[in-house]
């Protein structure tokens, strides 16, 4: 299959870089082993016309693109050279038994410091498709992050017709300056932080921006051919829509789980969200931009409002014979930043391919409000957030505080006390109308605390996650570390069990690992706990996570060996 991209020899980003030293090795009943050597360090890189240092991974940025089959183990052992402690999280991994594996920071272990090391060590285990790998400490994930690519077993075959190519596309967001130092001026006032200055295809702004022009990313197609393009939102902040101008998509799959096909000429991604696409080179030989701008769901908030641009480039458009290799690309029609119906519209479009085995018997049921909030300033010190407060987040009033001496998973597995309580509420603590227009401001501050949900090994779950309009309502991509799960139902406003019930969908919905929950509205997912360890539950929008929009779960252990969690490695950092 050939290859539609190639990455930039000189891209590179300061603080994290990632060394493939080598690939591919031992091959046993047709699985194989992958080993790869990340190296982290400091890079000079030129965007907008500025040149600053970043972090980056082998020194590229985007970093590595990592490709595996259903079934194979990965083994990558992380140097860390930079001035800053860092994780890696493969996102959307389901890392049965290996949560140590899992990389959030403080959550299955503590930071890899500078000058230390560690060795990511898990199998691949049903599942096929995009997903992708980030830091998970602090903002390194403004650039840390690059592609995780999942084929079909040797011998297996994906359930739609051979692309010619396939083409990467990782859309991120860019700061004209270092992102750590974004996030902690914006700690130290209680403040909101800066919103980007670009965004980026690849690692490239697109045309639009001062200084971008020769460097877009290029996708060059034949006439004639499907290609399958693997989408990735690794923006930090930021929800985007995504459309090439000219040429519809088939959505075929989305967060690694196959998805009945579908035809739309517009994707909405979170943050953490992938969609794979089908795209049919059937127009007019020329040049066509991949755009993508902000959808920004919440009212009176700033973001950034610009747009990133690649070009799908019909080859036979590159000869100047031909009059148009030199001509302005064709732009597609994108929503407009606030188009909730576009969002809605493209999320109500996923379904699982067939019937699948949603969880009937519910053992657990949750009810999560999700949202903003704001705490009170220390005394003695002066705040920049609304009122003189300091911006804050939580899911049913608590708000998650990340334990700074053991990780939680070391803590619950050494039976270390004081790190972490298992008493996060199953339901909010105080009732309200959670989408009024006006919420009591008695009820914006949150309870700071590292708060967990235990669950029984195999226990089926149901979660409600409603958002609120506390402060500011918005979509909320709400991610699960070590699970993928059903959504069942979306809508707006409040949940009505007596009502809304009935719009569940349980017999082909789509599996995912991060829900859009709809700006003043909620979603049903379902899951069964059958991984056990630690597993975070949070905001996929970073400054979110930051404030504490997060909780965690604790599956217990089941019974025999295949259903533990594994003893932790050796080499697992100490804090």
């Known amino acids: 299959m050939e290859a539609l991209y190639t990455l930039n020899p000189w891209s590179s980003y300061v603080l994290l870089s990632l060394c493939l030293l080598f ?17 982290i360090q400091a890079t000079p890189l030129k965007r907008l016309c500025k040149t600053h240092e970043i972090i980056t991974v ?55 410091r500078p ?23 602090s903002w390194l994930r403004a650039s840390v992050y690059g592609a995780l690519i999942i084929h079909p077993k040797k011998g297996s075959s994906y359930p739609f017709p051979e692309p010619k ?18 996030v902690r001026e914006a700690t130290r006032t209680g403040a909101a932080p800066n919103v980007s200055d670009a965004f980026t295809i690849n690692g490239q702004p697109g045309d639009l921006y001062n200084c971008s022009s020769k460097e877009t990313t290029i996708f060059p197609v034949d006439a004639g051919e499907t290609n399958l393009f693997r989408v990735i939102n690794a923006a930090l902040n930021t929800e ?39 795209i049919t080179t059937n127009q007019p030989p020329g040049r066509y931009y991949v755009a993508a701008r902000a959808y920004a769901s919440a009212q009176g908030v700033p973001f950034d409002n610009t747009t990133t641009t690649a070009i799908l480039e019909y080859k036979s458009a590159q000869c100047p014979a031909k009059g148009v290799a030199n001509t302005r690309p064709v732009f597609p ?39 903003l909030g704001l705490f009170d300033c220390p005394k003695g010190q002066t705040c920049q957030g609304p009122n003189g407060k300091r911006f ?62 235990e669950l029984k090994y195999g226990s089926k779950v149901q979660i409600v996650l409603q958002g ?65 360890g630690i597993w975070l539950m949070h905001c996929h929008l970073d400054v979110h996570i930051t404030w504490g929009l997060a909780m965690a779960f604790l599956v217990e252990n089941g019974e025999g060996e295949l259903q533990a969690l594994q003893s932790p490695p050796a080499d697992l950092p100490a804090c």
């Open 333 to 371: 029609n994108l929503p407009a930043f606030n188009d909730t119906d576009a969002a809605t519209a493209f999320a109500a479009g996923l379904k699982s391919p067939s019937h699948v085995p949603v969880p009937v018997d519910v053992d657990e049921n949750l009810f999560v409000t999700v949202g």
């Open 240 to 278: 985007l829509f995504v459309s090439i101008a000219g040429h519809p998509m088939t959505v075929v799959a989305a967060d690694a789980s196959y998805t009945k096909a579908f035809t739309t000429s517009v994707l909405m991604l979170g943050p953490g969200q992938t969609n794979d696409v089908l």
């Open 58 to 112: 082998n020194g590229m940025f985007p970093g590595p693109t990592l490709e595996v089959r259903n079934g194979d183990t990965l083994v990558v052992s992380v140097v860390n050279r930079a001035q800053y402690n860092v994780t890696i999280h493969w996102h959307g991994i389901r890392q049965m038994r290996t949560g140590w594996a899992d990389g959030p920071e403080f959550v299955t272990q503590c930071p890899i």
């Open 23 to 39: 690939a591919l090795t031992a091959s046993f009943a047709n699985a194989e082993y992958h080993y790869h050597d990340f190296v």
């Open 165 to 182: 190519r396939e083409a990467i596309v990782i859309l991120g967001e860019w700061w004209d300056m270092n992102p750590i130092d974004v």
């Open 392 to 453: 804050a987040a939580s899911m049913n009033n608590a708000s998650f505080v990340l334990p700074s001496t053991l990780s939680i998973l070391q803590a619950h597995h050494l039976g270390v006390p004081g790190v972490f309580t298992t008493d996060f509420p199953a339901v909010p603590p105080l009732q309200f109308d959670y989408t009024a227009r006006n919420v009591s401001q008695s009820l914006w501050q949150p309870v700071p605390g590292t708060k967990l949900y």
């Open 115 to 137: 000058g230390g090391s560690y060795t990511y060590r898990f199998t691949i285990e049903g599942q096929e498709g995009t997903l992708w790998w980030h830091a998970h400490s």
């Open 468 to 532: 609120t309009n506390i402060f500011a309502a918005e979509n909320h991509p709400i991610h699960i570390h070590g699970y993928d799960f059903y959504i069942l139902a979306t809508g707006f406003g409040n949940f009505n069990s007596a009502t809304d019930t009935a719009k569940f969908n349980l017999i082909d919905p789509p599996l995912r690992n991060t829900i859009g929950v709809p700006v003043n509205g909620w979603a049903v997912i379902r899951f069964v706990a059958d991984n056990p």
